[in-house]
């Protein structure tokens, strides 16, 4: 590990104050603000002398520019993005960048690599700290030649004279200039985007080389001096524990060193221990095969007799009798006869996150300290519930990130981690824990079951002129709040109350619905259900006005204008931004709508048999519409093409936005044909792949992607290409087949 401590220039303050944090903050430069040893290509190690500039860049005497990468790579090229951006202010030469994960500190804000914000929230950021160290190293050079800064620039890891040619490099400056007073974050000038060097540019991911050649570390490949390793038998029903253990025989295996039982945590779930217990072993093999030894009966618990079928029947009753109004525009209706109007229910069940990679985390403590090894979207979580289990303080506790084998949110909650930690104070040692692919489907935090009801009044051509509908899932909130039985605002935001229907009279509602799980977030949250019922919905209104869907849809949309939700009694949350900076934007929505039906203008003509669905989708302040070709051969179900068209404002990499793009349609393609948990005795009835299924090469489309130019603020891209997947499926089974699937997933009607 590399600790930076050669200069302590940094301005505090200004740092701070950039990043929204308030007092109690670690001191930078000298007080050892350390750099993972997670670094990329490890030269920092090699480095004499470095010049750290601000949190975020260091600069070696030998020209190395360091760049930490504050958040979680799993796959997204996050490692790569944030670089990009900070470099090109800097105007940094690519060539000689070392990228540095960082560790979970304070100082870098929020670290939590979800809600596909990573550069939509940080990008002004990372520019001004770019532009920050580039006026350092200027004034440095400025001062050298006692010229005015205004003599010089920065181009490609050198400064120059504007007009006697002499140049320095930004490794002969840095050490001087990291002794300069740092300047007011008002005073940095950023560029223009035609002046971008590396933004809009798709370098190979830095970490492309060692994930291919099996260099690359995740949090299954950790390795800590001195460490055991642990597997856990976790309660069956969710809140059930151990009755009566016997572990004779399990402590007869080969390997096993100890039996532990971990008391259940009380009260809502949070991200503490599920309880259960451990068997801790010299190596992993013994630990599973001591874990199968294990004779433990279970108590029963509230949840011991559900049933999700069950359930889900109570839930399409309640979203068919009146709820919680939570959007009002116009007045209610009251005239619902069959003759003016059309309604339909949708239901999604409950879904898991199925990384390759389950949860991993290695953790060593000692009296008064702990480090932590973990394949997490959030360090600084972890951090803070980790030293909640341990009885320490935030600053005791370590957290190295390693690369994650994917995340979809499943490891934004950090129980894995405080399991780890728990055990190995427990014991005194160093403990591994890896999560089983079964621990992983059983044992996790679920998107929730859900049913939606939505009913439109038509007029004489058929032609909606207003709308009801009422969502009904346990809400996340269940997970941090016990008796929690009615979906959070926020939750209610993702695609439901946000529906920008040019429409007089909309009334919204939500219903209650009680959790029998752990619910937590997964990549898209609440737009998984509500992209489906609404794209669905809308085509639906199509076939019966005798139109394609995406008439319906502008028709639906009506003219560019931003929709304010104004006196609707919502109160919006917009992903955590303005609605000035990101507007819900209708001239956006036709923008993918138009994209996407010029690319299906090029498509060859269709056979008989095969049909095309269309939905588009409004999710973390991007827009993402998807046409979806299949071909139905009785009750078998092929789908042969998807198109989908995203304008996410300014991209920083094109190539990781197609790359993310088409990864979500195969994780929505995943969800709607096969994706289901269910619950029978409480217990969930899938284990693996073979009963829960992803989607295999043979069964995936060809892929188009098209990038809707923009030079809006940068929005989410990890998470907005899901919603529309699923209806864009339906709605081309319907014109395939003429059969119309409200119930996810497909595959208990259908063959994939």
């Not at 209706?333 to 109007?341: A, I």
């Not at 320490?392 to 981690?417: I, W």
Request: net charge negative; glycine share 8%; hydrophobic share 40%.
């Amino acid at each position: 590990m590399t600790t930076f401590t050669a200069v302590e220039n940094i301005s505090r303050r200004n740092v701070l104050k950039l990043f929204g944090a308030v007092g109690g903050g670690l001191a930078l430069g000298a007080s050892g603000l350390a750099w993972s040893p997670m670094a990329i290509g490890q030269e920092a190690s090699a480095q004499g002398k470095q010049a750290q500039l601000n949190i975020f860049i260091a600069i070696g005497e030998d020209n190395k520019v360091y760049l930490t990468c504050h958040r979680s790579e799993m796959g997204q090229g996050i490692r790569t993005g944030v670089p990009q951006v900070l470099a090109d202010e800097l105007e940094a030469d690519w060539d000689q960048i070392v990228v540095v994960q960082g560790l979970a500190d304070e100082q870098y804000g929020s670290q939590n690599t979800d809600g596909s914000r990573s550069i939509r929230k940080h990008y002004q950021k990372m520019r001004q700290m770019g532009a920050t160290a580039r006026s350092m190293l200027e004034q440095a050079a400025a001062n050298q030649w006692q010229v005015s800064p205004s003599d010089v620039y920065a181009k490609a890891g050198e400064i120059h004279h504007k007009t006697n040619g002499k140049s320095l490099s930004f490794g002969e400056l840095a050490i001087a200039a990291s002794a300069l007073p740092t300047p007011a974050l008002d005073s940095v000038v950023l560029k223009p985007a035609s002046k971008f060097t590396h933004i809009g540019k798709s370098p190979t991911i830095v970490d492309m080389d060692d994930m291919l050649n099996g260099k690359a570390e995740y949090g299954f490949d950790v390795k800590v001096a001195g460490m055991v390793h642990a597997s856990i038998t976790r309660p069956p029903v969710f809140g059930s524990d151990v009755a009566t253990l016997d572990d004779s025989a399990a402590r007869q295996v080969a390997g096993v060193l100890d039996v532990i039982q971990i008391p259940i945590s009380k009260g809502a779930p949070l991200f503490q221990p599920l309880g259960g217990v451990a068997v801790i072993a010299t190596n992993s093999w013994s630990a599973l095969q001591g874990r199968k030894a294990l004779k433990i009966t279970w108590t029963d618990s509230a949840n011991s007799q559900y049933d999700s079928d069950a359930d889900l029947i109570e839930l399409v009753k309640r979203v068919g009798e009146s709820g919680t109004v939570i959007r009002q525009l116009g007045d209610s209706v009251t005239d619902w006869s069959n003759d003016n109007s059309l309604s339909a229910v949708y239901t999604v069940p409950y879904l898991t996150h199925a990384m390759m990679e389950p949860p991993a985390a290695a953790a060593s403590v000692t009296k008064d300290s702990c480090e932590i090894w973990a394949s997490t979207q959030t360090p600084q979580s972890t951090q803070k519930n980790v030293a909640g289990v341990l009885g320490l303080k935030d600053e005791q506790v370590k957290v190295n990130v390693t690369l994650l084998g994917g995340g979809f949110g499943r490891k934004s909650k950090p129980d894995f981690s405080a399991e780890a930690a728990w055990l190995s104070q427990k014991i005194a040692k160093p403990v591994k824990l890896l999560w089983s692919r079964e621990d992983e489907i059983q044992n996790g935090y679920y998107h929730a079951i859900s049913a939606q009801h939505y009913q439109a009044k038509l007029d004489g051509n058929n032609a909606p002129t207003a709308l009801l509908a009422r969502t009904g899932f346990p809400s996340i909130s269940s997970t941090f709040a016990e008796g929690v039985d009615m979906p959070s605002a926020g939750e209610l935001d993702l695609g439901f109350s946000d529906m920008p229907f040019n429409l007089s009279q909309i009334q919204l509602e939500s219903v209650k619905a009680t959790a029998h799980s752990r619910i937590g977030w997964m990549r898209s949250v609440c737009n998984i259900q509500h992209g489906f019922g609404v794209g669905s919905f809308v085509d639906e209104l199509a076939v019966n006005a005798g139109k394609p869907c995406i008439s319906m849809w502008r028709e639906l949309l009506g003219k560019p204008r931003h929709e304010k939700l104004e006196n609707q009694v919502v109160k919006y949350g917009n992903y955590g931004e303005t609605l000035e900076d990101f507007p819900i934007d209708i001239g956006r929505y036709l923008g993918v709508i138009d994209a996407v039906e010029k690319a299906m203008a090029n498509q060859p003509k269709i056979k008989a048999n095969q049909g095309w669905g269309f939905a588009v989708h409004r999710s973390f302040v991007s827009y993402v519409a998807v046409a979806t070709l299949v071909e139905m051969d009785g009750d078998k179900l092929k789908v042969l093409k998807s198109i989908a068209a995203i304008d996410a404002g300014t991209v920083v990499n094109p190539d990781r936005v197609h790359s993310q793009t088409e990864g979500a349609i195969i994780f929505g393609l995943s969800l709607a044909m096969m994706g289901e948990i269910s619950y029978k005795d409480g217990k969930v009835e899938q284990s693996n792949f073979h009963n829960y299924p992803l989607l295999r090469i043979g069964q995936s489309p060809e892929i188009e992607t098209i990038i809707v130019e923009s030079d809006a603020k940068p929005a989410g891209v990890g998470e907005p290409g899901v919603p529309p997947v699923a209806p864009s499926l339906t709605n081309a089974i319907f014109a395939a087949s003429g059969k119309r699937y409200r119930d996810l997933p497909l595959s208990k009607v259908l063959k994939m």
